[in-house]
């Protein structure tokens, strides 16, 4: 069984930085992408950044140039540097993992979310 533990979450000022991360545990043989989404009150689950096993990433416009994704591919771990916080990137994140390939199967997976709240 494959389990998503993340990491990170907190109350930081406007203007602050915050670090998620995400380890991905069990029987893992490969993980294809691995990214992070957000859902803040009242509102649809977004991507916020994905990276993959090549080292390919994919920003949401509204955190290019502030967030950085990264990942340690023998860990199963991908991070997230968030800077230059801004109210609005207040959301739980939820990490995911897509194509986990295991003895069992191919599928995809997600975290329980880590709660970020951006306020003065």
């Known amino acids: 069984q494959v389990q998503l533990v993340e990491s990170g979450g907190d109350l930081v000022q406007p203007g602050g930085s915050l670090r998620l991360s995400c380890a991905a545990s069990?029987?893992?043989?490969?993980?294809?992408?691995m990214g992070w989404y957000r859902q803040a009150p009242g509102k649809q689950r977004e991507l916020v950044a994905a990276?993959?096993?090549?080292?390919?990433?994919n920003y949401a416009d509204s955190v290019k140039g502030r967030f950085t994704i990264s990942r340690d591919n023998a860990k199963n771990t991908v991070y997230l540097q968030m800077n230059s916080l801004k109210p609005e990137d207040t959301a739980v994140y939820y990490c995911?993992?897509?194509?986990?390939?295991?003895?069992?199967?191919?599928?995809?997976?997600w975290g329980q979310g880590t709660e970020v709240t951006v306020s003065s």
């Open positions: 069990g029987s893992i043989f490969s993980i294809n992408t």
């Open positions: 995911n993992a897509q194509r986990v390939v295991t003895s069992t199967g191919v599928k995809g997976y």
């Open positions: 990276i993959t096993s090549g080292g390919f990433t």
